[in-house]
């Protein structure tokens, strides 16, 4: 085994690794605030923790960068003096209560996502049965790092007069913790395939879908990795050095969930950008079959022509044009996209979510003005 060196140092790591998941899961997370506004219209609860969970995320940045000026990612032997290693010690503590409620409410935020499109009881009491379990299982975390010493400041003083549960204890439970989430992650993998798999959509749309709702599994396999990092002899001996890849793991697992769930609505706005992009190719060809003069360019908005709907409908929303399909002679509305049911599951009667959506052609025409001559 190699020892150690005075040499030896995290710093660096931390910082560069801090900042890329901060970047990232902001540049996520403000991609689908973007599409939730301009395809939706309203932001949701889910939007609202996941937004907690950033602002955690954010601070957890902060709190380590703050941590390495008072020696964090060093060896405790190479920092001058015992009192900056407290403090660093402290403010990882502190830090890392806080990223646990962060895990929690990301994953919350995940499975409230997942139950607005699910259709089946079974489906709905399993994603409250994990959102509830995680935000159990992850506050405890967080709550026995306070309740473990007595008084709290002894958890990371040792020159404190006090008394504190056998660190083993702690690790143990962190390993189960952070285990357990693995497990719930790998579960919401599966269990999105399970909702879309009975829409009456084409295959290539839920196979496309499954895939952005299931990265989930990333999640998963980051908190796997960090329970390898929990050793308590470690963490005793040499805490400011070996908890730097703890902590970033544990980190890195509340940016994957960030970015996990916000991921699928940006698949929104690609869309619509093909959407455009071919209705403005069929207006073209269009244009240049009838051979006339000024033609007028088509957009999706003035192009697409929807079967058994009027113009004033395109403005309706999804849960009323259900309804006034229905009323009419019974015949549903055939207008329904799977990106309309993403965002609108929730004002959707719920017979018409269980039975499914039928999903007909779409097509497009263009449309040109002609010249009094002709």
């Known amino acids: 085994m190699t020892l150690p060196t005075e040499s030896d140092s995290a710093v660096t790591r931390l910082i560069i690794v801090f900042t890329l998941l901060a970047s990232l899961a902001g540049i996520t997370l403000g991609f689908r605030?973007?599409?939730?506004?301009?395809?939706?219209?309203?932001?949701?609860?889910?939007?609202?923790?996941?937004?907690?969970?950033?602002?955690?995320?954010?601070?957890?940045?902060?709190?380590?960068?703050?941590?390495?000026?008072?020696?964090?990612?060093?060896?405790?032997?190479?920092?001058?003096?015992?009192?900056?290693?407290?403090?660093?010690?402290?403010?990882?503590?502190?830090?890392?209560?806080?990223?646990f409620f962060g895990i929690a409410l990301a994953k919350t935020s995940i499975c409230l996502t997942l139950y607005n499109i699910a259709g089946k009881k079974w489906q709905k009491w399993t994603l409250v049965f994990v959102a509830a379990s995680v935000l159990v299982t992850k506050l405890l975390s967080g709550i026995f790092i306070f309740v473990s010493c007595t008084p709290v400041q002894k958890r990371w003083n040792p020159m404190v007069k006090g008394s504190c549960w056998d660190i083993n204890v702690l690790c143990r439970y962190w390993s189960f913790s952070g285990a357990w989430s693995a497990v719930t992650d790998f579960a919401l993998v599966v269990l999105p395939w399970c909702i879309i798999w009975h829409l009456q959509v084409k295959k290539i749309e839920k196979i496309v879908l499954g895939f952005v709702l299931s990265l989930g599994l990333l999640t998963g396999i980051v908190a796997a990795i960090k329970t390898t990092y929990i050793q308590a002899s470690d963490l005793e001996h040499d805490f400011t050095y070996a908890a730097a890849d703890l902590v970033i793991w544990e980190s890195?697992?509340?940016?994957?969930?960030?970015?996990?769930?916000?991921?699928?609505?940006?698949?929104?706005?690609?869309?619509?950008?093909?959407?455009?992009?071919?209705?403005?190719?069929?207006?073209?060809?269009?244009?240049?079959?009838?051979?006339?003069?000024?033609?007028?360019?088509?957009?999706?908005?003035?192009?697409?022509?929807?079967?058994?709907?009027?113009?004033?409908?395109?403005?309706?929303?999804?849960?009323?044009?259900?309804?006034?399909?229905?009323?009419?002679?019974?015949?549903?509305?055939?207008?329904?996209?799977?990106?309309?049911?993403?965002?609108?599951?929730?004002?959707?009667?719920?017979?018409?979510?269980?039975?499914?959506?039928?999903?007909?052609?779409?097509?497009?025409?263009?449309?040109?003005?002609?010249?009094?001559?002709?």
């Not at 601070?59 to 920092?79: D, N, P, S």
């Not at 869309?271 to 051979?291: L, M």
């Not at 058994?308 to 849960?319: F, G, I, K, S, Y």
């Open 252 to 374: 890195a697992e509340l940016a994957v969930a960030i970015i996990a769930v916000a991921i699928p609505f940006g698949r929104l706005a690609v869309q619509d950008y093909f959407k455009r992009k071919r209705a403005r190719s069929a207006g073209n060809a269009t244009s240049q079959a009838s051979g006339t003069r000024g033609t007028e360019p088509a957009t999706s908005e003035s192009t697409m022509v929807r079967r058994d709907v009027n113009d004033a409908d395109d403005e309706m929303p999804l849960a009323g044009r259900v309804l006034k399909a229905e009323a009419n002679s019974g015949v549903r509305s055939s207008t329904v996209s799977l990106e309309q049911f993403l965002r609108e599951a929730p004002e959707m009667p719920g017979a018409w979510r269980e039975s499914g959506i039928m999903l007909t052609r779409e097509f497009t025409v263009g449309r040109h003005r002609r010249d009094a001559s002709e």
């Open 33 to 99: 605030y973007y599409c939730k506004h301009r395809y939706a219209k309203q932001l949701g609860v889910d939007d609202l923790l996941l937004g907690i969970s950033y602002l955690i995320l954010t601070a957890a940045a902060i709190c380590t960068a703050v941590a390495t000026r008072h020696g964090f990612g060093q060896h405790i032997w190479t920092i001058p003096r015992p009192t900056q290693a407290i403090t660093a010690a402290g403010i990882v503590f502190i830090g890392g209560a806080f990223v």
